[in-house]
């Protein structure tokens, strides 16, 4: 039996729509060449520092962004720098008992840290080295006090308490 012309152009078109659709991967590697740019262009204009989940940071309306520098971590039962462990104890005990050993621990990490450093310009000395304190808003202010002291009694005078930025139009409001 004969084919009509129109069952044979039905049946190419079938034919030919039945293919599968090719990727046009020219176009999709343009995109993510354009992406990639984008993203590295962008990436440095915000900075987050690492924090635990169970940390509430303090709460400010500072316009200072964070700079990349050692960060000194308060947990609640112990310090970290640089994320490594340095001293774990409990502030609730009597201050006697958590004192010296955290100097001991903080100053001789602080120190191996400007050790390795490069060595701080003359117009850099007075300041000294910079140093961001990460602490829970419960914190005592005396476990503060006493690494800030801790610190500038090494090199890092330059100390900043990181804080959460607090939006300024929820400070006007009533």
């Avoid at 012309?5 to 030919?16: G, I």
């Avoid at 590697?29 to 992406?35: C, Q, R």
């Avoid at 940071?57 to 947990?75: D, I, M, N, W």
């Avoid at 840290?113 to 990460?134: S, V």
């Amino acid at each position: 039996m004969k084919q009509s012309f129109r069952a044979k152009r039905m049946f190419k078109q079938n034919q030919r729509l039945a293919q599968s659709s090719k990727l046009n991967l020219v176009a999709l590697m343009d995109i993510f060449t354009i992406l990639v740019f984008f993203l590295m262009v962008n990436q440095s204009d915000v900075v987050v520092l690492p924090s635990n989940k169970e940390m509430r940071l303090p709460q400010s309306v500072s316009e200072q962004l964070p700079r990349e520098q050692v960060l000194l971590t308060v947990t609640a039962n112990g310090v970290l720098i640089q994320g490594k462990p340095v001293w774990r104890g409990d502030w609730q005990q009597p201050a006697e008992e958590w004192q010296e050993p955290l100097a001991a621990a903080v100053k001789q990490e602080l120190q191996y840290l400007a050790g390795r450093a490069a060595p701080l310009p003359a117009e850099q000395q007075p300041l000294g080295r910079p140093l961001t304190i990460l602490a829970d808003a419960a914190t005592p202010y005396a476990v503060l006090r006493r690494l800030m002291a801790i610190s500038a009694a090494t090199e890092y005078r330059d100390v900043s308490l990181a804080v959460e930025q607090r939006s300024t139009a929820l400070e006007a409001s009533p």
